[in-house]
């Protein structure tokens, strides 16, 4: 089984509008609303794939009751969220189909009690026992101790399960420091850890940091892994047009399918980045178009980066 941890789950409504113009009304065309969370995505990708997933984490209140029901039944996954007394937050994506944008409104989450944090930490420490791979997603709802990746990752380490880190600022810099197998920052994520602008040296100063492995996704122009065993620049073979939000958590669906199945990195990054632009053809994050994947994943180009 792989675990995804998601502290922050999210109801996750995507808007489609015409043309998104500030300081005007507009009158939305679509309405979609689904289970998320960066880790919650990531279960439902790998679900999808055929892995058995479990998803933990925090749920609570309509919105997280309206949550875990939009992943009852999905096959594959089994859902081990931690009830908790605050309300899941909401997110908003608002999708302008003139330009092909799309604008993020995340709330903050809600406050999580110590009582239930020490719960959490007990659910994770049972589910690692039964887990090949763990991956840690997303941003730290209130009341969360900011070091709570660190923690996270430690027991991972000594429980021999390969860990994968997902999120930015403060809790990925303290992640970083427990020496995680993999992150996967995207360029501006791993500018701020690092400090430089530059890729290639970003990368290799995240590795001083800690990280074994960097995954830097560059949006558009693909991933740049940097690996123990070497390092690799995956491309798509041009832009895709739709909703870019998920692509980077089905990514990491890729990575984590890729690391319990033993693929070479190479074929790893073809699988990551054909799956991430495949995301950006379907109308929400935590799916993906299979045909798109299956036709792309053929022509993902993978170079050596020196
Ligand atoms: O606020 P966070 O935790 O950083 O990101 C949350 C989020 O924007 O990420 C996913 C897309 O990656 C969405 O499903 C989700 O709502």
């Known amino acids: 089984m792989i675990l995804t941890v998601t502290l922050n789950t999210a109801l996750d409504i995507t808007h489609r509008v015409a043309s998104l113009r500030p300081h005007t009304s507009h009158r939305v065309s679509e309405v979609i609303e689904r289970p998320g969370g960066k ?16 998803v933990t984490g925090f749920a609570g209140g309509g919105t997280g009751r309206a949550l875990r029901d939009g992943l009852a039944g999905t096959e594959g996954l089994t859902d081990a969220l931690v009830p908790v007394a605050g309300a899941t937050r909401r997110t908003i994506a608002v999708v302008d189909e ?6 993020q409104l995340n709330e903050p989450g809600p406050q999580i009690a110590p009582a239930e944090w ?10 690692l026992s039964g887990a090949s791979a763990v991956a840690l997603c997303g ?59 530059d890729p290639l040296r970003a990368t290799e100063s995240a590795r001083r940091r800690g990280a074994h492995t960097v995954i830097t996704s560059l949006g558009p122009n693909g991933l740049l892994a940097t690996t123990p065993e070497g ?50 053809r379907a109308p929400a994050a935590g799916e993906f178009d299979r045909a798109t994947y299956e036709r792309l994943l053929e022509r993902v180009s993978v170079t050596t980066a020196s």
Request: glycine share 12%; no cysteine; charged share 15%.
């Open 39 to 54: 880790g919650v995505n990531v279960g439902r990708v790998l679900a999808a794939l055929g892995h058995e997933v479990t």
């Open 98 to 103: 003139h330009s092909g944008d799309t604008t």
């Open 118 to 127: 020490v719960t959490f930490l007990d659910r994770y420490a049972e589910l």
């Open 139 to 197: 941003s730290l709802p209130p009341g969360v101790p900011v070091g709570a990746y660190a923690g996270l990752i430690r027991t991972a380490r000594s429980m021999g399960v390969p860990v994968l880190l997902d999120t930015s600022g403060e809790p990925l810099r303290r992640g970083v420091a427990a020496r995680p197998d993999i992150i996967k920052p995207n360029a501006d994520e791993l500018a701020e850890l690092t400090g430089s602008h």
């Open 231 to 280: 390092r690799w620049h995956a491309t798509p073979p041009g832009r895709m047009h739709g909703n870019p939000t998920g692509a980077g958590d089905s990514a990491v669906a890729a990575l984590l399918s890729g690391l319990v199945t033993r693929l070479p990195w190479p074929s790893r990054l073809a699988h990551a980045v054909a799956l991430s632009a495949a995301t950006v």
